[in-house]
């Protein structure tokens, strides 16, 4: 089974600022990564992927890159509402797998 | 419009049998290519990928779980059942279903969820 390493557990980030989190997969996964956006009581929402192809919708500050085994997201600007959880899922090996989160919090 | 709900008891003992339904709009199990995924989520914790089945009824689990697992279509071609056999508390968690578009690899990912259906496992 593939696990997929997320870090830093926590990212602290200004309004504004950029953030960049990372996903490591144990075995290559192509460009077979999504990104997913939870916020407090809600479901997740998919951001990106593909690696690195938004979502309907998802605004222009998500970038998404990498693939094989090292992936990144850029949020290039930070607003209120992107202070939420975030994680990686690859689809390319059964079983599919999640990461374990990052959170990005206001610093 | 996509839209999933999950629905099924908030609260099992331990050692008893989960059932969970999930049921949505705007697509069809037997639209060629759709598949319904479920995941669960622990309090405070992070998303657990547990079985995905097709609109070909082919199936995939978590192999943790897959003795304990099974997920088989609804009485309706708009429902998926989820079956979780002796539960634990360990498996207090919200549960929620998840659309997505192929088996095709490149589409396999979760575009739309449903809001999620906290099950405890208590007695």
């Known amino acids: 089974e593939i696990v997929m390493t997320q870090s830093p557990a926590t990212l602290s980030v200004s309004p504004g600022e950029r953030a960049t989190l990372s996903c490591r997969a144990s075995e290559t996964v192509g460009s077979y990564l999504a990104w997913y956006q939870q916020k407090p009581g809600q479901a997740p929402r998919l951001l990106i992927y593909g690696a690195s192809t938004r979502a309907t919708g998802i605004p222009a500050r998500f970038s998404g890159s990498g693939s094989g085994t090292e992936f990144t997201l850029t949020i290039s600007s930070l607003q209120s509402e992107d202070f939420a959880v975030y994680y990686c899922?690859?689809?390319?090996?059964?079983?599919?797998?999640f990461g374990q989160g990052t959170k990005v919090e206001i610093k | 419009q996509i839209t999933l709900k999950e629905s099924g008891p908030t609260l099992v003992k331990p050692t008893q049998t989960l059932t969970l339904t999930c049921t949505f709009s705007?697509?069809?199990?037997?639209?060629?290519?759709?598949?319904v995924g479920w995941i669960r989520q622990p309090p405070g914790k992070a998303l657990e990928w547990l079985a995905l089945i097709y609109w070909d009824d082919d199936k995939f689990y978590s192999p943790s779980l897959k003795s304990r697992l099974t997920v088989t279509k609804g009485a309706s071609t708009k429902q998926v059942v989820l079956t979780m056999t002796n539960m634990d508390p360990v498996d207090t968690a919200t549960y929620y279903c998840?659309?997505?578009?192929?088996?095709?690899?490149?589409?396999?990912?979760?575009?739309?969820w449903g809001q999620g259906t906290l099950v405890t496992a208590s007695s």
């Open positions: 705007g697509f069809s199990l037997t639209t060629t290519g759709v598949g």
């Open positions: 998840a659309h997505t578009i192929s088996r095709d690899t490149a589409k396999r990912y979760f575009d739309y």
């Open positions: 899922h690859q689809y390319d090996h059964w079983p599919q797998a």
